[in-house]
Antibody, heavy 123, light 110 residues
Framework: EVELVESGGGLVQPGGSLRLSCAAS????????MSWVRQAPGKGLEWVSV????????YYADSVKGRFTISRDNSENTLYLQMNSLRAEDTAVYFC????????????????WGQGTLVTVSS | QSALTQPPSASGSPGQSVTISCTGT?????????VSWYQQHPGKAPKLMIY???KRPSGVPDRFSGSKSGNTASLTVSGLQTEDEADYYC??????????FGGGTKLTVL
């Protein structure tokens, strides 16, 4: 069964940095684009970023562009999200998600989700 | 990109049908057949219920169906069951490798 396990969340001060990881298993990781989606406490879902299966193409929501960097290590089946210049409004649960269709970069149709990791930005 | 518009709440009695709307524009819902619906129970990760407007992933009951007309997509849940009580989110591809979600609808089974 596909499994996505996020880690790396925690409390960070405004302006600080954090790196999230997502360990994937039970599917051919390099064949699928992956995304990050976040959810602020009590709020709705917000798409954050997507990366191609090869790792060569990345796209971001305007709200995080220039501050967040998505990457992946296909040899380790791991997805990352480097978050810099963090703001209070970045406080959220961050979900690692798999795109359903192989070899498609389009961020849509998220068929597997991790359990999420909470990032809190506060002084 | 603005969020898609969903009603904050919807309700129905067990066995009844309920439809949740998701309204966007010609740049998102109306422009692409990449509308998805997710179910989220409290404290849990979302679950894909419908993709590409009207396709059901394996394991999702056929009580759940999706459709689209113009700039509005809809999720219909037929034969409501207590376990269907959850938050539901729509999403739409908006081109240039970007995605927008709806604000979410809380479905209550009375």
């Amino acid at each position: 069964e596909v499994e996505l396990v996020e880690s790396g969340g925690g409390l960070v001060q405004p302006g600080g940095s954090l790196r999230l990881s997502c360990a994937a298993s039970a599917f051919t990781f390099s064949s699928y684009a992956m995304s990050w989606v976040r959810q602020a406490p009590g709020k709705g879902l917000e798409w954050v970023s997507v990366i191609s299966g090869s790792g060569g193409n990345m796209y971001y929501a305007d709200s995080v562009k220039g501050r967040f960097t998505i990457s992946r290590d296909n040899s380790e089946n791991t997805l990352y999200l480097q978050m810099n210049s963090l703001r209070a409004e970045d406080t959220a649960v961050y979900f690692c998600v798999k795109i359903k269709i192989p070899r498609v970069l389009r961020p849509a149709d998220f068929d597997y989700w991790g359990q999420g990791t909470l990032v809190t930005v506060s002084s | 990109q603005s969020a898609l518009t969903q009603p904050p709440s919807a309700s129905g009695s067990p066995g009844q049908s309920v439809t949740i709307s998701c309204t966007g524009t010609s740049s998102d819902v109306g422009g692409y057949n990449y509308v998805s619906w997710y179910q989220q129970h409290p404290g849990k990760a979302p679950k894909l219920m419908i993709y590409e407007v009207n396709k059901r992933p394996s394991g999702v009951p056929d009580r759940f169906s999706g459709s689209k007309s113009g700039n509005t997509a809809s999720l219909t849940v037929s034969g409501l069951q207590t376990e269907d009580e959850a938050d539901y989110y729509c999403s739409s591809y908006v081109g240039t490798n970007s995605l927008v979600f709806g604000g979410g609808t809380k479905l209550t089974v009375l």
